[in-house]
């Protein structure tokens, strides 16, 4: 069994700062990329940001220069650090990982619960 559990969310004035964060737990043998992903409403969900095993990451345009994502890799934790928030911000977040469980000869993208992030003008 293989969990991603989202923190960090809240309510903040434009441009203020939140920092998300993603653990993943359970009998997990490898992860590959790690990443954010929000969802608006009456929108599709997007990309907000990824990042490899190795380090090497990617932004949705929106967000460059803004966002920063990272991982701490021993402990399976991929964070998110938002500043300057607009209220075009404003969504559902979701975490997601490219994970291996031990029980499993393939990797399957795992998904958060989401945590509610509103920008307030």
């Known amino acids: 069994q293989v969990q991603l559990v989202e923190s960090g969310g809240g309510l903040v004035l434009a441009g203020g700062s939140l920092r998300l964060s993603c653990a993943a737990s359970?009998?997990?043998?490898?992860?590959?990329?790690m990443g954010w992903y929000r969802q608006a409403p009456g929108k599709q969900r997007e990309l907000v940001a990824t990042?490899?095993?190795?380090?090497?990451?990617n932004y949705a345009d929106s967000v460059k220069g803004r966002f920063t994502i990272s991982r701490d890799a021993p402990n399976a934790t991929v964070y998110l650090q938002m500043n300057s928030l607009k209220p075009e911000d404003t969504a559902v977040y979701y975490c997601?990982?490219?994970?291996?469980?031990?029980?499993?000869?393939?990797?399957?993208?795992?998904w958060g619960q989401g945590t509610q992030v509103t920008v307030s003008s």
């Open positions: 997601n990982a490219d994970i291996m469980a031990f029980s499993s000869s393939y990797y399957y993208a795992y």
């Open positions: 359970g009998t997990i043998f490898n992860i590959n990329a």
């Open positions: 990042i490899t095993s190795g380090g090497s990451a």
